[in-house]
């Protein structure tokens, strides 16, 4: 014997517009986190630590990087002083408003900080900041590179 609710059965449905939204959300937010991360093409040096720090990455930007011994890289290659000044200015003609990011070894001579600061100064780039490690809040930093700007004259 076959019994009958007096509730009426509904049929299940399987609604999908709200996983389509879900998807082009999550579509979204990839794209605008990928378009925020890029990779620093320098050599590997021990940053300073700087308390107020904070993170200044663009896509188009030079990386300089001065070791302990004093050694100028332009991104990874190794240059002397006056072929930096030489690619540089090429660069500088492109578009003088290139960023330009100094990193230095902690064990790094000021001289030789000052000497690429210059190099940078003399050819005409006024957005020049430094590299450092962000100072740990409570928990182990990572060792992200952040930048503290330098002064602009």
Excluded at 48 to 64: F, R
Excluded at 67 to 79: E, H, K, M, R, S
Aim: a positive charge.
């Amino acid at each position: 014997m076959k019994l009958h609710s007096p509730i009426p059965q509904k049929k299940t449905r399987l609604e999908i517009i709200p996983l389509i939204d879900v998807m082009f959300f999550l579509l979204a937010s990839f794209m605008m986190v990928s378009l925020t991360m890029t990779k620093q093409q320098t050599i590997k040096v021990n940053l300073p630590v700087a308390s107020a720090s904070q993170p200044d990455y663009k896509p188009d930007m030079i990386n300089l990087a001065v070791n302990a011994t004093g050694d100028i890289y332009l991104d990874t290659q190794l240059v002397s002083l006056p072929d930096v000044e030489k690619k540089l200015s090429a660069r500088f003609g492109h578009d003088p408003n290139t960023p330009v990011y100094i990193s230095g070894d902690a064990e790094t001579r000021h001289a030789d900080m000052v000497k690429a600061l210059d190099v940078v100064r003399r050819v005409g780039f006024n957005k020049v900041a430094f590299n450092v490690k962000p100072t740990a809040v409570g928990a182990a930093a990572a060792p992200v590179p952040a930048t503290a700007p330098a002064p602009a004259k």
